[in-house]
């Protein structure tokens, strides 16, 4: 979301675009309603556009009626192979009309515009223009193994008893995509560097010296009231 604003800013983007005027696969996308029992009814080439704002709002339709659950391994494996998965999938209902919830489709999709729009990475894009100038030196999405070992453990049931969900039976880390960076799930942080992220969103945007505003001087320094300085350290 946050490069998102930063692109409208810049007058880069507008709510009301298409999403095929940056990609324009997606003109092809189809309308397949679910039937209720684990198939869609495809109804062809999708007549209306989606737009931005739609994807932001989760009612563009895309990976809505159980079509995320269909995903294999191997659409998971990449950004991109996701990316083409949702293009292939199309919609399940049409644009606007409704929401549906989806975890990550539509953030990889802004990411993909994101990247058209201003020809970098996102992972480059999103530490030049936010963690670095906030200072968010623990959140990150690729973690060594030695960082993925801070994080809070998740723990699931099994056989009736209490098992460690981010470990395999071998006691090993499970790898959950770490290595991809996921427009809506994937990024981990620490409580101090979202204290930072919090503290620009509390100061309105408009810092005592400096704005950010996705521009060429982003973030250049925050003013924190010193009990905020000092919960951080």
Known sequence: MDYTLALMDEGKISLCDPIEKYLPECKKMHLRTPNGDGTFEDHGVLSEKITVEQLLCHSSGIVSGGMFDRMTDKDRKTRNAA????????????????QEYNASASFDIMIRIMETVTDEPYESFLKRKLLEPLGMKDTLYVQTDTEAMRLVAMWDKKDGKAIHSARDEKGELVDYGRSVYWGGAGLSS?????????????????????RYDGGAGAVTSLHFEQDVYAAME
């Open 190 to 210: 620490t409580l101090s560097d979202y204290i930072r992220f919090a503290e620009m969103l509390r100061q309105a945007v408009y810092l005592k010296n400096s």
């Open 83 to 98: 990316y083409q998965y949702y293009v292939r999938n199309g919609v399940s209902f049409v644009p606007g009309t409704m």
